[in-house]
């Protein structure tokens, strides 16, 4: 399948022309929401992204995330104090597995965040597109916060297959043997399962990418969780 990425808009405002700081209201103990939108507030490209697709949407009312952080960041842009409601009364439909009034982790909250912006941001680029179904969409989110592995397998036919993979997330436990995160990357790409691959060369189910996994890019932004017990 053909894929399309989907650049970062460019001409985004360096970190310091964006400064400004606003305080959210913690809305039945969302403190964990609240940090993943103070960090996503300070990402210039996040930034950009928004302000290019937020005014796009004409829906009133209206049931995205990414629009409704947009206008949280535009009233955080001209605000002291802002209740970030727009996104906390959209749990229900986004966010299942989060409950109003527990505590709640900021890491599954921000992988679960940038999983819905990016599946919106991808069905908003296919409308435009009208659908083209043979067009793999990689949004922008993914030149933000992930990356592209590039798998290679030899198939029993000897050809060679090369294949690239788009990742939002990776999941690299660090202890203390991987004190690094190179070596925590390079120990995760060791652990990779078995890809099957379609042969177009012998038309079997047949190469097999196994350690022969490699970081073609790596995200823009890296974020890094510290286990609560350990
Ligand atoms: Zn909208
Ligand atoms: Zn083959």
Not at 5 to 21: A, C, F, R, T
Not at 31 to 53: D, G, K, M, R, W
Not at 73 to 85: A, L, R, Y
Not at 187 to 204: F, G, I, P, R, S
């Amino acid at each position: 399948m053909a894929s399309r990425q989907e650049p970062i808009p460019e001409g985004w405002e360096p970190v310091s022309g964006h400064h400004h700081h606003a305080g959210l209201i913690n809305i039945n103990e969302t403190c964990y929401q609240n940090s993943v939108l103070q960090a996503l507030f300070h990402i210039p490209a996040f930034i950009t992204i928004l302000t290019v697709e937020g005014p796009q949407c004409k829906k009133n009312p209206c049931t995205s995330l990414l629009c409704a952080v947009y206008s949280v960041f535009c009233e955080m842009k001209k605000n002291k104090t802002v209740s970030p409601t727009a996104i906390t009364s959209l749990y229900p439909l986004h966010f299942k597995l989060f409950q109003l009034g527990r505590q709640e982790d900021a890491h599954e909250f921000l992988v679960q965040f940038v999983e819905i912006i990016s599946s919106e941001l991808q069905s908003r680029i296919l409308q435009r597109l009208e659908g083209d179904p043979a067009v793999d969409i990689i949004p922008a989110t993914y030149r933000c916060f992930g990356g592209l592995l590039g798998l290679t397998g030899i198939c029993s036919c000897k050809s060679i297959h090369e294949v690239d993979d788009f990742y939002l997330h990776l999941f690299m436990p660090l202890s203390h043997d991987t004190n690094s995160i190179q070596r925590g990357i390079e120990q995760l790409l060791n652990e990779t399962e078995d890809v099957l691959h379609d042969c177009e060369a012998c038309k079997k189910k047949m190469a097999i990418f196994h350690n022969s996994v490699k970081v073609k890019y790596y995200p823009q932004y890296l974020v890094v969780q510290f286990p609560k017990e350990s």
